[in-house]
């Protein structure tokens, strides 16, 4: 199982980011699929979830209505829309399959 995140930077707060998780190694499309992120000197926390066909979709309270998980089953991958950012949001994002596996991380920050 691979998970490679992509997309990561440093914007100034108010701006955009869309994050990307490349899935391989495992049947994809069978799986919810999350997006975890973790702030220095603070927990893993749960951003956002969908399920395995994107019909579910579950959201942090403090990034709901600025955040959108979705997904695509015939690439294999699944993406964060990021908008409205806060300096709060800066952290590392991860990807996460329900099959247990993590991938590296990609590195938010959001600072004028």
């Known amino acids: 199982v691979q998970l490679v995140e992509s997309g990561g930077a440093l914007v100034q707060p108010g701006g955009s980011l869309r994050l990307s998780c490349a899935a391989s190694?495992?049947?994809?499309?069978?799986?919810?699929m999350s997006w975890y992120r973790q702030a220095p000197g603070k927990e893993r926390e749960l951003v956002a979830q969908?399920?395995?066909?994107?019909?579910?979709?579950n959201y942090a309270a403090s990034v709901r209505g600025r955040f959108t998980i979705s997904r695509d089953n015939a690439k294999n991958t699944v993406d964060l829309q990021m908008n409205s950012l806060k300096p709060e949001d800066t952290a590392v994002y991860y990807c996460?399959?329900?099959?247990?596996?993590w991938g590296q991380g990609t590195q938010v920050t959001v600072s004028s």
């Open positions: 996460y399959t329900q099959t247990g596996y």
């Open positions: 190694g495992f049947t994809f499309s069978n799986f919810a």
């Open positions: 969908i399920s395995s066909v994107g019909g579910v979709k």
